[in-house]
């Protein structure tokens, strides 16, 4: 019986050898720092079980035989078919009928399979299994050598498809467990057509990440004819970058070459890149194009930063038969590259821009583009650097500051030079009206000064003056290096009333009724000289005639309490009134030039009284 149960054990161990399955590389390997002798192992069961509606032992023929839903278990192996023997005095095994093979969660379906224990061969018909996101099948299935196996009219594919979309079939396959598969020769199938002929192809079908051929995908329409798209090779370099060298094979239309490539480094850079080139045969005539999309992103310390986003392509051409929509449809590419760097509690940002317009053949450009904003300051802080606000009065004035340099162009041209891009400034010599490029260069500084004071306790104060002034490398005549400015003042006041109503009974606790009535006057002097200097990107200046504004306001909200239960909840803004009007001061016409009123309601978490809902109505009356 020993005997019986030795071979029994190794009819299973032959049948998990021979599932086309790999080990994976990280179960093969031990710890360098040795065991933990924390670490709790579970025990594993190294027992046999074996089932089935009959079980007969020859003891003539040194034979066990198992019919009728025969069923072997041993470990995490499992065997099971119509029926099987075991010669035990030859020490070959043998299944029946439709056997199903399983090695933890890999499964090898078949038919009358033979194992011979010594030599550890054996063969199936009509196997099929999966490895890695591929499938595989063959005619017969015969294990040749350690961890080799030899496959007759094999194929095998990565479409999930129970009637697949495509595959590749070989007479001959050879797979290298845990490393590759051989074939020759090779056919490409599409929907049972053959479209390509290999002499011989090697795949990996090694875990982990390994240099290696990936699988192509073999198709057929009416534009390309015969393709097979994504013969490629994949190569990792080191743990945190990797690159694919592809081609694209068009029986009608030519061919595509394409490189790939995605790296990260935590906490310094991670990115992309996807470059092609591409021959299109089209109509009689040959045109070649590429196409570059890349990001990058770089941690610089110190909160800097660099950031890049790249999209270009020499012409739609290279994504005639792109299988994604937003290429497709796209009418627009945009780039970016920006640097960012802290300075003076605030940040310096430099950046550049390109847009194109695929539709119209224009492009638009932004090179190079810098700004720095400083928000309110105390003035104070210029001078000193007391450990707390002070209380005297000008501690309440503040100031900011913040500059911009920008260069726009337009190009209208289709076939831009580099002058076209960076610095030509051209009209069409048939119509001078007509712009092909214009490029426009200028800086802008801006500076505010602000103070703030409480009157009385309850009435607020602001004043405020702005200064801006631009420099332009010309202007609408034809200056060069020009200068403008302008400047502005501004006053206001506002205060708030409330009252308050209870309620001791019902589910309303209390209403709460606010009033913050406002004022504030405005002033700018005659701007209209302004009007010969270009507007453009950030850089500009204000154009209007002089003028005096004043601003009158009354903004009213109505909050509430209820009580939920034990609890007592609050609404706030249920209900506002704001009410609006301007006056133009130095007007002489018409001194009240514009008046509104807007209503909104904010239930808000009503749907718990009375049936109410969540919803929001808003009404803006105006008035000229």
Same mark, same amino acid.
């Given at each position: ?13 032959? =049948? ?11 179960? #093969? ?112 299935? /015969? ?8 496959? #007759? ?5 990565? =479409?999930?498809?129970?009637?697949? #979309? ?30 390509? *002929? ?30 097979? /798209? ?24 030519? $061919? ?9 480094? /935590? ?125 005297? *009065? ?28 960076? *610095? ?28 703030? $004071?409480?009157?009385?306790? $309850? ?11 631009? $420099?332009? #490398? ?102 506002? *009134? ?17 008046? =509104?009123? =807007? ?26």
């Amino acid at each position: 019986m020993r005997r019986i149960l030795i071979l029994i054990t190794l009819l299973m161990l032959g =049948c998990q050898i021979l599932l086309l399955a790999q080990a994976s590389d990280a179960g #093969d390997s031990v710890s360098a720092s040795g065991p933990d002798s924390l670490a709790l192992r579970s025990s594993v069961m190294d027992s046999l079980f074996y089932a089935a509606d009959s079980v007969a032992y020859h003891l003539s023929l040194d034979r066990i035989e198992l019919s009728g839903k025969a069923r072997v278990q041993y470990q995490a192996s499992e065997v099971s078919a119509d029926s099987m023997y075991i010669d035990l005095e030859r020490e070959q095994a043998f299944t029946f009928g439709a056997t199903v093979m399983k090695d933890g969660e890999q499964i090898l379906l078949g038919k009358d399979v033979s194992y011979d224990v010594n030599s550890q061969t054996g063969y199936l018909s009509g196997g099929i299994s999966r490895i890695e996101k591929a499938y595989y099948s063959g005619a017969e299935v /015969r294990k040749v050598g350690d961890k080799v196996y030899d496959v #007759d009219d094999g194929s095998f594919t990565t =479409c999930e498809h129970a009637d697949p #979309d495509f595959w590749f079939s070989s007479d001959q396959l050879r797979i290298y467990l845990g490393d590759k598969i051989v074939g020759r020769p090779v056919v490409a199938w599409v929907n049972h057509f053959p479209v390509f *002929w290999f002499p011989f192809i090697t795949m990996s079908i090694r875990r982990g990440r390994h240099p290696g051929l990936l699988i192509p995908e073999p198709g057929y329409n009416s534009v390309d004819g015969k393709f097979l /798209r994504d013969i490629a090779w994949y190569y990792p370099y080191k743990d945190y970058a990797d690159l694919i060298l592809g081609m694209d094979l068009t029986e009608r239309s030519g $061919w595509k070459a394409k490189l790939s490539s995605t790296y990260t480094r /935590r906490y310094a850079y991670d990115g992309n890149f996807h470059a092609a080139y591409q021959k299109r045969l089209s109509g009689g005539s040959t045109s070649y194009d590429w196409s570059l999309k890349a990001r990058h992103h770089h941690e610089l310390g110190e909160k800097a930063a660099f950031d890049a986003d790249l999209d270009f392509i020499s012409s739609k051409r290279i994504w005639d038969s792109s299988g994604y929509l937003d290429e497709s449809l796209a009418e627009r590419l945009s780039s970016a590259m920006s640097y960012r760097q802290p300075l003076m509690g605030s940040y310096l940002n430099v950046g550049a821009t390109y847009t194109r317009d695929l539709v119209n053949d224009r492009a638009t450009l932004s090179l190079p583009s810098a700004s720095f904003s400083m928000p309110g300051q105390p003035v104070y802080e210029l001078f000193l650097k007391p450990d707390r606000a002070p209380s005297a *009065w000008w501690s309440n004035l503040s100031y900011n500051y913040g500059v911009r340099l920008d260069h726009i162009g337009q190009i209208n041209v289709p076939d831009p030079s580099l002058a076209d891009i960076l *610095w030509s400034n051209r009209t069409d010599p048939a119509d001078s009206t007509l712009v092909l490029t214009q490029h426009n260069a200028g800086i802008r500084h801006s500076l505010g000064l602000s103070y703030n $004071w409480k009157l009385f306790g $309850w009435l607020n104060t602001q004043q405020g003056l702005s200064y801006n002034e631009a $420099w332009f #490398d010309r202007d609408k005549n034809g200056d060069k290096w020009v200068r403008g400015n302008d400047y502005g003042a501004n006053a206001g006041v506002n205060f708030n009333i409330y009252g308050i109503r209870n309620f001791r009974t019902g589910w309303l606790s209390s209403v709460r009724h606010s009033i913050t009535p406002s004022a504030g006057i405005s002033f700018r002097p005659d701007l209209e000289d302004n009007s010969r200097f270009y507007s453009f990107g950030g850089i500009g200046l204000g154009s209007a005639k002089a003028g005096t504004v004043l601003n009158l306001s009354l903004d009213q909200k109505w909050q509430l309490k209820y009580r939920s239960g034990k609890d007592e909840k609050r609404l706030n803004d249920v209900l506002s *009134w704001t009410s609006r009007a301007s006056a133009d001061l130095s007007s002489e016409e018409r001194q009240f030039t514009k008046s =509104c009123h =807007c209503l909104a309601l904010q239930p808000g978490g009503f749907h718990r009284l009375h049936g109410f809902v969540r919803a929001g109505v808003k009404r803006r009356i105006p008035h000229d």
